[in-house]
């Protein structure tokens, strides 16, 4: 059974930091991209960041130079350090990744999402 759990959201004012984290749990698991999501109220779910398992990353225009995804190969984890936080930053933000069960096939996988509120 594959798991994945984000946790870091919280309440933060403008211009303050964050870093969510996306666990992937289970046995015998690669885990291949993983993406960062969110979703703000009322509008539709974004891609925000991506990292491959190579580290290559790639961002949004409207984080880009703020945001940083980053992963932790020894701990099956992807951080998403979110500097410079501005109101228009505030969703949920979701994890997915592909993920491999070995020796079956890769699956999409989604987090339950996290809170990321930026208010003053």
């Known amino acids: 059974q594959v798991q994945l759990a984000e946790s870091g959201g919280g309440l933060v004012q403008p211009g303050g930091s964050l870093r969510l984290a996306c666990a992937a749990s289970?046995?015998?698991?690669?885990?291949?991209?993983v993406n960062w999501y969110r979703q703000p109220p009322g509008q539709q779910r974004s891609l925000v960041a991506s990292?491959?398992?190579?580290?290559?990353?790639n961002y949004t225009d409207t984080v880009k130079g703020r945001f940083t995804i980053s992963r932790d190969h020894s701990k099956n984890v992807v951080y998403l350090q979110m500097n410079s936080l501005k109101p228009e930053d505030t969703a949920v933000y979701y994890c997915?990744?592909?993920?491999?069960?070995?020796?079956?096939?890769?699956?999409?996988?989604w987090g339950q999402g996290t809170q990321v509120t930026v208010s003053s």
């Open positions: 990292i491959t398992s190579s580290g290559i990353t």
């Open positions: 997915n990744a592909e993920i491999v069960v070995i020796p079956f096939r890769p699956r999409d996988y």
């Open positions: 289970g046995t015998r698991i690669q885990i291949n991209f």
